[in-house]
């Protein structure tokens, strides 16, 4: 049982851990417990995000570090 919730992040053009296999992570989770979300231009990101970007890319401190810095703070493990 998942007690706490659950942030997923996927970059578009993620290579290593594509979309379609976090997505499979989010989708056995409770939905009330997870967010996800794709790094994407589409989705309104500075970039369309690979593995690497979200951790080091040009735009993690705009598009990344402030989503996981929300989720922290909104209580993300109530």
Known sequence: ???RDVLLLAGRFD???AP???IYYAEALPASRVQF???SRANGATADYGHL???VGDGA???VYPRI???L???GDE
Do not use: H, K, T
């Open 53 to 55: 970007d979200l951790g």
């Open 61 to 63: 401190a705009i598009d």
């Open 37 to 39: 979300e794709v790094l």
């Open 20 to 22: 379609d296999r976090v």
């Open 15 to 17: 290579r290593l851990v």
């Open 1 to 3: 049982e998942v007690s």
């Open 69 to 71: 810095i929300s989720f």
């Open 73 to 75: 703070q909104d209580g």
